[in-house]
């Protein structure tokens, strides 16, 4: 594991994206599995610079989204197509029908699962973006006795919506279930990218990058693949030694 801390969050995003981009430029066809969430922000941002610069360009990726919540439309402004689509897809290069998030509208949510990993295994995730929950989850790959290979259908854990709901109006508007990559899935990618800032996670990046492979973990399975690069600010990674 290549771990990496910044002084500043700018570097950090750079850094960010300057592997990402290595990704697309040196892969004929890269497959990028992407994340959400405020941690990426401003690599998404800084990957657009680089775009406008014409230092990059999508037209050849393929993205896969790690999740999606149920029952949000891509309209809606905290669905995480909408996300992607305004701070990332709709400024640059790649063709429409190359980016996939699972579909939390689908009538059929364990259809729409099988689907979501056939489109993955025909096109294996070169390099997956991932940031890390307080309670250590990926994607929505929650802390559980036993995780999901596949993409499947998860409750949100009480943590993880009490972290959401600083998006939504009203408690009662977050939603409560999510359609999430498997951690097997996540696993299957050649190279792992893990972003987190914060010091509210710095005990959590600490349980996931040293201690136990457990579970109740989700992230500290990410100990077992042997291409991961942990980029953190140093705030999150004060608890490392
Ligand atoms: C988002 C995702 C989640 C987030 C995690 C951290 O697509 O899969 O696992 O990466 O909840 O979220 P932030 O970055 O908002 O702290």
Redesign the pocket.
């Known amino acids: 594991m290549n771990i990496h801390i910044f002084d500043h969050q700018h570097e950090l995003d750079q850094a960010a994206a300057s592997l990402i981009i290595d990704t697309v430029r040196g892969t004929a066809q890269p497959v990028l599995g ?7 922000t401003g690599i998404y941002q800084a990957l657009l610079h680089q775009f406008k610069s014409g230092a990059v360009s999508f037209k050849h990726a393929t993205t896969f ?3 999606e919540y149920v029952g949000l439309p891509p309209e809606h402004d905290q669905s ?1 197509a909408y996300y992607m689509n305004t701070r990332f897809f709709d400024h640059i290069d790649i063709a429409r029908e190359q980016v996939h998030l699972p579909d939390g509208m689908a009538d059929d949510l364990e259809a729409e699962c099988r689907q979501y990993d056939r489109m993955l295994a025909a096109a294996p995730v070169d390099l997956q973006l ?5 309670n250590g ?5 929650e802390p559980a006795q036993a995780l999901r290979s596949g993409t499947h259908v998860v409750q949100l854990q009480e943590e ?1 919506l009490q ?2 709901a600083r998006f939504f109006e009203r408690s009662a508007d977050v939603p409560q279930r999510a359609i ?1 990559m498997g951690i097997g899935s996540i696993l299957r990618a050649k190279s792992i990218l893990l972003v987190v ?2 010091a509210d ?1 710095a005990a959590i990046v600490r349980e996931a990058l040293t201690g136990p492979i457990t579970t109740s973990c989700p992230a500290s399975l990410l100990q077992t693949h042997a291409a991961v690069t942990v980029l953190l600010d140093r705030a999150a990674g004060k608890e490392l030694q």
């Open positions: 992407l994340a959400t969430g405020s941690t990426p989204n790690l999740d995480y991932l940031g890390i929950g307080h989850h990926i994607g929505f790959n993880t972290a959401n999430t800032r914060g996670k």
